[in-house]
């Protein structure tokens, strides 16, 4: 009992209320304590500037992909070409140009996302025309892979409510991935009203996902098929879903190993006239 008594009386108290000692030993525990913190606040400051990068790299590469591929058209076709064809292809990389011009302006929103930050505007948005236009600027690419690429918009004034660059990149997304997988394979590009919301999907005949890796996919630079059999970081389809539940929507997959796979984003539709 004596020793125990002992062994309490050196135990320090709060700072301030005990003898020197005690008082040096409180002084120097809050000391480290407070390092440790500020060492673990600087490894995440660390970790989201490197996740930063990591998606901006991804998102300018995705937006830059469609112009590359479709100098590459011009250069081997521009002798045989009349000049309304070539002045619509110059268009068309003009338009791309401009989604990568877009992009570059985001990278910021990206990284709010990163953080948990990340706000929309709220508007109502046309479906078609932005699913037209990006489809249309990865032709040359799906050409080059040998995917054919399908649309079916069976409703011309669909609309929902969100951000239109944030559909863009949604849309982006979906279809670089569904490229990137099934190359030699078709590509099915679909939206359509379900109720309150409109279910815009891309269905591709790639590998396919196994049932264990569904939610897996989902999280920062995860991907469904092991390091090195494709390029990528693994960040497209964490963009896409936090661009969905931004929206007030959320994004599915049905896929399973060998069968291909299609990717679903549930978002709020807009029911009144578009101005």
């Not at 479709?70 to 250069?75: N, P």
């Not at 489809?135 to 004034?157: G, M, Q, S, W, Y």
């Not at 049932?211 to 990528?232: N, Q, T, Y």
């Amino acid at each position: 009992m004596p020793s125990r008594i002992a062994a309490k009386s050196i135990r320090p108290g709060p700072c301030g209320s005990g003898s020197p000692a005690d008082e040096l030993i409180c002084n120097l525990t809050s000391r480290i304590a407070a390092l440790s913190a500020e060492n673990e606040r600087l490894a995440e400051v660390v970790a989201a500037r490197d996740g930063f990068l990591a998606v901006a790299a991804h998102e300018l590469k995705n937006a830059l992909t469609p112009v590359v591929a479709r100098v590459e058209i011009l250069r081997r076709r521009l002798d045989g070409w009349q000049p309304d064809k070539i002045e619509s292809n110059l268009s068309q990389l003009e338009q791309a140009a401009g989604i990568f011009a877009r992009r570059a302006t985001t990278l910021l929103d990206v990284s709010r996302m990163a953080a948990g930050k990340l706000r929309l505007d709220k508007a109502r948005i046309a479906v078609v025309p932005v699913i037209q236009a990006v489809c249309d600027n990865f032709r040359p690419l799906a050409e080059r892979v040998k995917c054919d690429i399908t649309i079916a918009l069976p409703d011309p004034d669909l609309a929902i409510v969100g951000d239109q660059q944030a559909l863009e990149q949604i849309v982006d997304n979906l279809v670089s991935n569904a490229i990137k997988y099934c190359a030699g394979a078709p590509i099915s590009v679909r939206a359509e009203p379900v109720g309150d919301f409109v279910h815009l999907s891309v269905a591709d005949r790639g590998p396919g996902i196994s049932h264990e890796a569904h939610m897996r996919i989902f999280e920062c630079f995860e991907r469904a098929v092991r390091r090195g059999e494709e390029a990528g970081f693994g960040i497209g389809l964490w963009v896409i879903r936090h661009l969905s539940e931004t929206m007030g929507g959320e994004v599915r997959v049905t896929a399973r190993p060998g069968g291909g796979s299609t990717f679903c984003v549930v978002l709020p539709r807009h029911t009144g006239a578009l101005r």
